[in-house]
Nanobody, 121 residues
């Protein structure tokens, strides 16, 4: 499966961004879709996952009160709505396909080129 993320950018603290990810070239129902992020010098951090049906979602507790994951099957697209952004949210955000079950233990299968999110203070 090929994944193309977009929507990153520079935003002031407190602002919002919506990331989009278009999937192609695979049997999408076999995957859980989602996002992870990686800041310079830090470990990869899972952010959110969603079942392809959209009826089961997981968002990391660290961002759960500010981020929402959703999907549009007809458009093969997954979204990450990020509100009340903080400087510590600055990272490269990657759209990814996972195996297993929705949640922090989903197994990373593949991912696309990331999109940079920079939050200024």
């Amino acid at each position: 499966v090929q994944l193309q993320a977009s929507g990153g950018g520079l935003v002031q603290a407190g602002g919002s961004l919506r990331l989009s990810c278009v999937a192609s070239g695979g049997t999408f129902s076999s995957y859980i879709m989602g996002w992870f992020r990686q800041a310079p010098g830090k470990e990869r951090e899972p952010v959110a996952t969603i079942s392809w049906s959209g009826d089961n979602t997981f968002v990391s507790p660290s961002v759960r009160d500010r981020f929402t994951v959703s999907g549009d099957n007809a458009q093969n697209t997954v979204y990450l709505q990020m509100n009340s952004l903080k400087p510590e949210d600055t990272a490269v955000y990657y759209c990814a396909a996972f195996r297993g079950v929705v949640g922090p233990g989903a197994e990373l299968d593949s991912w696309g080129r990331g999109t940079q999110v920079t939050v200024s203070s």
